[in-house]
């Protein structure tokens, strides 16, 4: 929903239930059946930048699971060609693969990187033919518990921007 110029995503699993749950908001190409193509996709230069600010991005408590675990996961996904993606997210990360970049951001500020940095720094090779951004996903997802939960599990991302910019050459 859009309220006072925020994106707002809420994902809700109420107490009584066990099931998944998932909220995606996506630009681009969708996973099922390459939908939806808005403005995606675009090529990304060596002077293209992602910028956004995310002010929200956490869950009421988390939901069970074992040590060093999570059944809980939010984070900002730009999928590329040839598998490569960068994840943004406060600590909740799905594990897709060593052509994915896996970054922290501090919520509030405005987070500006330039994206073939993003993967010369994680030491990820940039394909001949170049980049091209296919989709940018904001994602909430719940896993499926052994037992149905005794209390609500409400997820709440607040966005304020998202840009993708192309910087001057120099």
């Known amino acids: 929903m859009i309220q006072d110029g925020y ?15 998932v909220n995606e908001s996506y630009v681009g190409y969708d996973v099922i059946g390459n939908q939806f193509l808005d403005i995606l996709p675009i090529s990304i ?21 074992s040590p060093e675990y999570t059944n809980d996961w939010q984070y900002l996904m730009l999928t590329f060609n040839e598998g490569l993606g960068i994840q943004y997210s406060l600590d909740q990360f799905i594990d897709m ?11 509030n500020l405005i987070i500006m ?15 001949p033919a170049g980049l091209i951004l296919r989709n940018i996903a904001f994602v909430q997802q719940l896993s499926i518990l052994d037992t149905n939960s005794t209390i609500e599990h409400r997820q709440r991302m607040k966005i304020d921007s998202l840009r993708i910019i192309e910087g001057k050459r120099q």
């Open 7 to 21: 994106l707002i995503k809420e994902n809700i699993r109420y107490a009584g239930y066990k099931s998944a749950r």
């Open 97 to 107: 693969g060593a052509k994915v970049v896996y970054l922290t951001f501090n919520p």
């Open 113 to 127: 990187d330039n994206l073939y940095n993003l993967f010369e720094k994680a030491g990820i090779s940039i394909p």
């Open 45 to 65: 230069t060596p002077e293209t930048y992602i910028q956004f600010k995310i002010d929200e991005m956490g869950i009421n408590e988390k939901t069970p699971a």
